[in-house]
C-alpha cells in the first residue's frame, strides 16, 4: 500500500532509509527546513543548505523511486538574530521558484519569544507575497497550546492566508482541536518517545476524525523512525479501520492538501 511522508528530514538520514522507505510503499515525501543540529553562523550556510534541498536530496531520493519536495525558511530556533533572519529571508524567493519546492516551512514558534515572532510575522508576508503554500512548527510541551494560539491569531490578524493552505504540525491532544476549528490542516507528528507515538495519532484520528490532517514522522538528528507512518497505519488496521480510511490519512489527504500546490507529484 503506497503512503507520503509529508514531514520527514532526509538531511538527517542515510540511504538505507530511502530505501526502507520505498519497501514500505513511500512514493512521495516533502521536507522542510529546519534546524541542523547546531546554529549556522551566516547566510551562506542557508544558502547552501537550501540548495542541498532543492538539488540533491531529489537526486538521492528518485534512485529509491521517492518523489522529493521541499519547503524553504529560517527555522524559528534560528530565529532570535533578526539581522540574520532577515539576511535569509532575502534570499527565500529565489529558493521558491525551483521546481521542487511546495512553499514556507516550516515557521512558527521555538520558545515563544517576541523575535521569533517578528520573523515568523515577515515568513507569513513572504508566503501571502509569493502565493505559497505554509507549513508550520508548534513548540514543544508546555508551550505548545500558546504556541499554536499565538500563530494561529498571527496568520489571522496579519494576512489574508487561506486556513486550508496552511498545515499547523506537530499537533497532540490538546491542540488539534483548535487547530481544525479555526480551519487549518492539523500534522501529527510521530515520534517513539516525543510528540506522538502511532498509538495517540490513532487514538487522535478516533477522536477527531480524518478531515484536514496527515501523520508524518519528522525524522529528524534525534531519536526518531522513518517508518513511523507504515507503523501508524499497521495500528490502524490492528483496530479496525478500514483500508480506505488508512489510504485516506497516509496517501489521500497529503495529497490533497499538497496538491494545491502545482509543483507537486507522485511520480518520478
Known amino acids: 500500500m503506497k503512503y507520503i511522508d ?16 520505498a519497501l514500505a510503499g513511500c512514493v512521495a515525501i516533502t521536507e522542510p527546513a529546519f534546524w541542523a543540529g547546531f546554529d549556522r553562523s551566516s547566510a551562506q550556510g542557508f544558502y547552501d543548505y537550501f540548495r542541498l534541498l532543492t538539488e540533491q536530496e531529489p537526486q538521492r531520493a528518485e534512485a529509491y523511486g521517492i518523489r522529493h519536495h521541499s519547503w524553504i525558511c529560517i527555522n524559528p530556533k534560528e530565529s532570535e538574530d533578526l539581522g540574520l533572519a532577515r539576511e535569509v ?10 521546481p521542487s519546492v511546495l512553499g514556507v516551512g516550516e515557521i512558527g514558534l521555538n520558545k515563544n519569544s517576541r523575535n521569533e515572532l517578528t520573523i515568523l510575522e515577515e515568513h507569513l508576508a513572504l508566503a501571502e507575497a509569493h ?4 507549513l508550520v ?8 497550546l500558546k504556541g499554536t494560539q499565538l500563530i494561529m491569531d498571527a496568520i489571522k490578524r496579519n494576512t489574508n492566508l487561506d486556513p486550508g493552505r496552511v498545515l499547523i504540525d506537530h499537533v497532540e491532544e490538546h491542540t488539534v482541536g483548535a487547530v481544525l476549528d479555526q480551519g487549518f490542516w492539523a500534522g501529527m507528528t510521530l515520534y517513539p518517545e516525543t510528540k506522538c507515538t502511532p498509538q495517540r ?24 523512525d522513518p517508518l513511523a507512518v507504515p507503523k501508524a497505519r499497521l495500528e490502524m488496521f490492528k483496530r479496525g479501520h478500514q ?6 490519512v497516509t496517501f489521500e489527504n497529503p495529497v490533497t492538501f499538497l496538491g494545491q500546490s502545482e509543483r507537486f507529484r507522485t511520480d518520478v
Open 89 to 98: 529571508l532575502s534570499i527565500i524567493p529565489e529558493f521558491l521558484e525551483k
Open 137 to 144: 512548527h508548534t513548540p514543544h510541551l508546555e508551550d505548545k
Open 201 to 224: 495519532a490513532v487514538d487522535i484520528l478516533e477522536m477527531y476524525g480524518k478531515e484536514r490532517i496527515w501523520m508524518n514522522s519528522a525524522g529528524d538528528w534525534g531519536p526518531s
Open 131 to 134: 502565493n505559497q503554500l505554509v
Open 243 to 248: 483500508e480506505a480510511d488508512v489510504m485516506r
Open 6 to 21: 509529508p514531514h520527514i528530514h532526509m538531511v538527517s538520514r542515510t540511504t538505507d532509509d530511502y530505501e526502507r522507505m
